[in-house]
């Protein structure tokens, strides 16, 4: 995947990639592609009911009628798929503005296509290690018990700690491609606003923070690559 890093001052992050960009990209896609097909869908109804009002094909009408209505409902449930995917987009830029108060030295990379179906919202590349982090912007009182995310008292539907486990083993597939080296990334789980009430925990060994603790999970504790090691690293991925 071939980005072109934001020029900063040398006392600034390194930024590859647009935060949000896949997000917003994706839920248009899903939106209009289907609104295409039931458009033209819509071009077919409409000579099957000229067809059997001619015709009195009774049964013509009643499958135009149940294709309509699939159409309608379609339609009216597009507005939410669009905001939910627009609130997603918008949790990575809040994410990504306390990204770019990284120091010099470190490199972030947004919207990043491990293979295909799987795309990681931010890997951030720099003294303490190597880090794929997950954005969530979600509703609701959130909260790890027991070792499980939980939203309202309830267990979120699909688990976000089984997702990003699976795009640090994709990562590490990558890095080890392009370098020949295998290197594991820490996973962290980032809740954009302040609706995660714990502020920084684990949930089943992944960083669960809001955005705000972000930085503190990334720059505390001991570097463990040079400043070469970090080149090496950005470069397999830009």
Known sequence: METQPDTHPATEVT?????GDYARMRGLLLASIPLLF????????????????????????????LLGLGTLCYILRMPAMLRAYMKGARGEEAVAAELNRLPAGWHVFHGFMLRRGAEADHIVIGPQGVFLIETKFWSGRIRVEHGSIRVNDKASTRSPVLQIRSLVIALADRL???TGARENARPVICFAGRNFEQNLTRSDEVTVCNQHYLLDVLTQGPARLTEDQIAHLAMSLA
């Not at 930024?15 to 935060?19: A, E, L, T, Y």
């Not at 039931?38 to 009628?65: K, M, N, Q, R, V």
């Open 15 to 19: 930024i590859h990639g647009i935060p």
């Open 176 to 178: 080890e491609k392009e």
């Open 38 to 65: 039931f458009a033209g869908l819509a071009g077919l109804c409409l000579g099957w009911i000229l067809h059997a009002w001619l015709h009195s094909a009774a049964w013509l009408l009643g499958a135009t009628a």
